[in-house]
Structures are given as C-alpha cells and as structure tokens.
C-alpha cells in the first residue's frame, strides 16, 4: 500500500509539472517576459536594477507608437537588450538641436515634442535623422548617459521585443505601463 500511494503522487507531481510548463512556456515566449533595468540612460524613469516586464504581445497587433517605452536588441550588439523611448515613426524626419527635438511627417508636418519627463539634457549636435519604413528612432530619457539612435542609427522594427508593461520591482514603485506619456503627433 505504501508503495502505491508514493507511485501515485509522483504521477500527480509529474502531471501538474507538465500542465505549469504548458502554460508557463508559451507565455514566457510569445506574451510576457522579465527584464532587470542596467545603467543610467533611462533615468529618471528607470534606475538600475529595476524589475519589469515586458510585453511581446501588443506590438504583433499594432504598430508601436512615438513615446512607448520599449525593449529591443540594439543594432550593433544584437546579443544584448536596450531600453529607451521611441522617438521618431517609420518615414519621419527627426531634427535635433540644442534646444529640443522636432519631427516632421511624411506629410511634411511638423511637431516639437514635449520632453518634460527628461531631466537631464543634452541631445548632442544638431542634426537631422531620416527614417525608412520599418526603422524607429529611439532615445534615452537620460540624454548624456545613452547609447542610442544618435550612436547607431534607426531602430529596426524587427530588433524590437516589447514595451514595458509592468514594473514590479521595486514594490514601492508598482505601476502598470510605467515610463508612459501622452501621445504627441
């Protein structure tokens, strides 16, 4: 009898195994994944060592926007992962000076985006960025400390993993979609 019962929860440990990884996998790959927050660049948003998560999902639905906070693999160091601020859209013209950053649409437009949420400038020389289709221009908000688009260029689409969804760590700074503004044209 003993035998039996020690039989019988080893098949229920195993079968409750297999069910948490069918659930966990799947969602660990096409939906959700964690992501720990290394070094300044996107001070004072996020500081090192925060924790957050981050979703791979939206992005297969809609196109990500200007000002999403987002997780991608940067161009020259594609075993690494970055986080910065979208910028600038697929067939934008993003012009930086000193004193701010204007974008012009593919309709010839023109908006100069409300940075209020960077603290510490500095956007480097004045310059224009012209972005293809399927590139983003991507900054940090901590403009001296990153390496971003104004180093290596457009953002392609593809290097793009996900926008912080969820920041959970620390407990004191809970909030769902953190980092977020409004939406500026």
């Known amino acids: 009898m003993p035998q039996e019962k020690s039989e019988n929860f080893f098949t229920e440990l ?8 069918a659930i966990v996998f799947p969602v660990r790959l096409f939906i959700a994944q964690p992501f720990i927050v290394s070094g300044a660049s996107m001070e004072p948003t996020f500081h090192n060592g925060q924790y957050l998560i981050v979703d791979e999902l939206s992005y297969r639905l809609s196109p990500p ?7 991608f693999r940067p161009p020259r160091n594609p075993s690494e992962f ?9 067939g934008e013209t993003v012009s930086i000076n000193g004193s701010g950053i204007s ?4 309709d010839g437009s023109q908006v100069v985006l409300d940075e209020s949420y960077v603290v510490n400038h500095g956007n480097g020389s004045t310059k224009d960025y012209v972005l293809a289709a399927e590139q983003y221009f991507v900054l940090g908000d901590n403009r001296p400390e990153s390496s971003d688009s104004r180093v290596w260029g457009p953002l392609p689409r593809q290097n793009i993993v996900g926008r912080a969804f969820l920041r959970l760590l620390p407990f004191s700074e809970l ?3 953190p980092g977020s503004i409004p939406a500026q044209q």
């Open 65 to 71: 926007a200007r000002g999403d906070v987002i997780i």
């Open 14 to 21: 195993l079968k409750f195994v297999l069910i948490a990884a």
């Open 175 to 177: 909030h769902l979609l």
């Open 82 to 90: 970055y986080i910065k601020r979208i910028i600038g859209l697929p």
């Open 103 to 106: 974008v012009t649409h593919a």
